[in-house]
Each structure stands twice: as C-alpha cells, then as structure tokens.
C-alpha cells in the first residue's frame, strides 16, 4: 500500500485524473502533485481556448442503461447519486451561477426496428419498467411526464405524425452533463479540499510531461518520477498516467493494450430563438440513433447547449496510425500537425441524419476529432504497468468514451486498485494481465481502414446539408 507521506505524481487534470486526486485527498495522502499542460483555471477546459482532450467538451451522455453490463450500470448510479449531491452544492453556494452540472431530461435510444433490440431488451431487465420507457408502449408518452421530462421525449422528432416506424428505450434518470463545467466544478474541490496537500502544475512547459524518468535496476527498470517540458526533473515513488489518449505516447509499453482513436462531431451555432427553445437542454433530450445495432451508421445527439447543439458519429472511430506509435492524436490545437476536419464518411453519415430528424438545420459550423483510448474490449486499463518495478508507475486508459459517466466514483475505484484492494471482479476486468476479447483492433497500422491515411476527410464546402454553398 501507499504510504500517506509518499509523494504522489498524478499526470492528466481530466476526469480520471481529477477523480483521483479527490480520492487521494479524500483517503488522507499528503504530498500530491497535478500536472497538466493546458492551465485549467485560466482556460476553463473550453474547447474554444485550446483545450482538447475528451473532458473538455460542451457536454457528455450520462446514462445508466448499460444492458446486461450491471458493473457499469451500478457505477453510474453511484456516482450520479453524488453528483445529484453535487448539484445541490453547487445551488445552495452559487458556484458559477448556481446552475447544476447534470440536467436529467432523459436520454433516448433510437431505431427503426418493429422489435426492441437486444441492448434495450437487458436494460429493461437490469433496471425495470420504472426506470426505463418503451417507445412502443402506448403510455410513453404519459409515463415520461410522470418522471418529470418533457412530453417531447417519447417522440422528439415526430415520427409517429410521420408514419414513420421506430422503436426503442427512454433512461429516464439519463441526462446531459456539461462536461467543462463539470470539470471546473472537481478542480474547485480538489483544490479547494486538498489545501496545502495538492500542488497543481498546469501550463505548458511547467505542466507537460516530456518524458518518464526511468531508473535501470538489476532485474528491469522501475519510474522515479518525471520530466517536464521546462527540463524540470520530479521524482515521486508512484506516478499515475490519467492522460486519456495520450497514455500510449508517454508510456509506450501501453501500445499492446491501448490505441488512440478518434469520434467524429458536428457543432451547429443555434441563433434562431424558435430553435433555441425547442431544442434547449432543460426540456429537450439527449439520444441516439442506431448506436447499438453494430452499424457504422450510427450517430448521437445533444439539445442545445451554450448555443452549440453537439452531432457526433458513432459508427467507427478513426485512428492515425505513425512510425512507433499505434496512433497519434491530431486536433486543431496539436502539434506540429493540426486538424480541423473529419472523415468525409462520418460527415455524411450525421447528414443524413440531420436531413431526417433535424430539418431546420441547414448547416454544420464547426468540426472536430474527439479523441479516447480504446482497448480491445472497451473495458478500462487501470493497473501497475508490469513494466515497471516496484508498483512505481500506474496507468489509467482505455477509457472508451464512457469513463465520463463515473466521474464522481472512478477515483475511489483507481485508489483502492492501487492498493491492491477493491472489488475482486474489477481489479481482473481492467487489468494489464487479462487476456481480452477483440472487440476493436487497435494495432493493425495502416492496414486499418479506420487508418485517416486510407479514408477522404471532408472539408467546410460539405458542411452544407442539402448540398448547396450557396444557402
């Protein structure tokens, strides 16, 4: 176990690592250090002001449907119990307004089946007919308002006036949550609880890693701590590695399990005040179209939110396979290459979308790749990397796009891991050691075709739905 008095160095200021500096706070560590290259406080994990990992962003689905995955499923409930605290907190001290960080107007999931599909079949068995709404049933409509949501919810796109068929689930306790306020929400709490106990580094040069300062021994080699950009040295008996996708670039070893890849989304500047309030997060739902049919058409949505209504794609996440590195993450803020555009199959996928459910939309604003880490089977890495002696170096990865959710409970869950205690089931689910099921590829190189080399990226002339530059 850990000692109290150890110098802790946690890498990444994202949900995972935020969590985990929490948890350490919580359990009573004493010498903990947080580092991060972007400056969070100034920059307030906005997208906007060049802030581009996963956590930074508008806003995430917080769902607790999960189908027959009840580990997740109670992870979620866990953790959406204290951020309802949270919520709480945040009114009764008027934190940036008082407005909460989670708005629970539903989340739909969307097909065009006669039959409910599989996924929706074990949610409603794992959560029950009160927590989950059927589409065909002929009371969804009365049963959302009962809960709370708007009528909307049961058919927010009309397609029953339509004639059109569609079939589905409601998780009622679903929501949106606004994941760069949520963000500044926890390193207020961190800091703000750690005291004197944390010490943040965040910034360029003071905040990025260069490299893991490695110490040969006899049998191997074991991490003392590490190097930052300003050729600063920190040595610490444990370092976590919370660096989401770019977990793979500072502890290389990491390749074998993980690989960056890349959603594809949409922003669309709402201004209209018609649309502003059909589609506003305080009545309007997340959902889904198609996401759990094993298709690469599938693709998501948000209600507006900060004027911004979120698009995403589903269907394949892109990877950018490099000499060395499985994947090497590409955004408009990296460096020395930058990308502001997506693949040209994923636009058009959420186009024809948008042309079915969203008319009014005439045109896309901006685009962008949301990077994750995805292991083989899209269950979390979150174990002692056996390369390195001495339990001196933790990694947290393979978040696949879903660790968002457990925000408020995944630091307790790394911090029992670290100390070799916890759920029995899970420290086997997200070990290094487990043989995983290959769900996903994740080191085919360029014989991906999610490869970006082998795929056509669009560019702002196909953000144009109906195909005119012109409107």
């Not at 049919?293 to 396979?321: C, E, H, Y």
Request: hydrophobic residues 35%; glycine residues 8%.
């Amino acid at each position: 176990m850990i000692k109290k008095e150890d110098k802790i160095i946690v890498v990444g200021a994202g949900i995972s690592g935020l969590s985990t500096v929490i948890a350490l706070v919580k359990k009573g560590y004493k010498d903990i250090h947080l580092f991060d290259k972007r400056n969070y406080i100034k920059q307030k994990y906005s997208y906007f002001d060049e802030c581009d990992s996963p956590s930074s962003d508008l806003n995430k689905f917080f769902r607790t449907a999960y189908g027959s995955e009840v580990y997740y499923q109670d992870m979620a409930i866990r953790s959406q119990t204290v951020v309802r605290q949270w919520n709480k907190q945040i009114k009764e001290e008027n934190w940036e307004g008082g407005d909460p960080i989670l708005i629970e107007k539903g989340n739909l999931f969307l097909t065009d089946n006669e039959e409910l599909d599989e996924f929706g079949k074990a949610t409603l068995k794992t959560r029950g007919d009160g927590k989950i709404i059927v589409l065909s049933d002929p009371r969804a409509r009365e049963k959302a308002m009962a809960h709370g949501l708007d009528p909307c919810v049961a058919d927010p796109f009309g397609l029953k006036k339509q004639g059109k068929t569609f079939q589905g689930i409601i998780d009622v306790e679903a929501g949106n949550i606004l994941a760069d306020k949520a963000c500044r929400w926890m390193l207020y709490l961190a800091k703000r609880d750690g005291g004197s106990r944390l010490t943040l580094h965040l910034g360029k040069s003071i905040g990025e890693v260069d490299h893991l300062l490695e110490k040969c021994t006899s049998t191997g080699k074991k991490n003392v701590g590490i190097c930052t950009k300003d050729g600063r040295s920190h040595y610490a008996p444990l370092t976590i590695v919370c660096a989401g996708p770019w977990l793979t670039e500072l502890v290389p070893e990491s390749q074998e399990k993980v690989k960056a890849t890349a959603g594809s989304v949409a922003l669309v500047k709402i201004t209209d005040p018609k649309l502003l309030a059909k589609y506003d997060e305080n009545k309007f739902p997340i959902w889904s179209w198609k996401t759990k049919d094993a298709g690469i058409a599938a693709v998501f949505g948000f209600p507006v939110s900060q004027g911004w209504m979120k698009i995403g794609f589903r269907g394949l996440k892109w990877t950018n396979p490099q000499p060395g590195l499985n994947s090497k993450i590409i955004t408009k803020w990296s460096s020395p290459e930058t990308e502001t555009n997506i693949p040209l199959f994923a636009l058009n996928s959420m186009k024809l979308v948008i042309k079915k459910f969203l008319p009014e939309i005439k045109k896309i604003d901006l685009t962008r790749m949301c990077w994750y880490g995805d292991t083989e089977d899209n269950n979390w890495l979150i174990d002692y990397s056996p390369y390195h002696e001495d339990n001196s170096l933790f990694v947290v990865g393979g978040d696949s796009g879903h660790l968002f959710k457990m925000l408020a409970v995944i630091g307790d869950i790394i911090v029992d891991l670290l100390n070799n205690k916890g759920d029995t089931f899970l420290a086997d689910l997200f070990s290094w050691s487990r043989k995983r099921e290959k769900k996903n590829i994740i080191n085919k190189g360029l014989d991906d075709p999610r490869a970006l080399q082998n795929v056509k990226m669009a560019s702002p002339k196909d953000w144009y739905i109906f195909g005119d530059s012109k409107l």
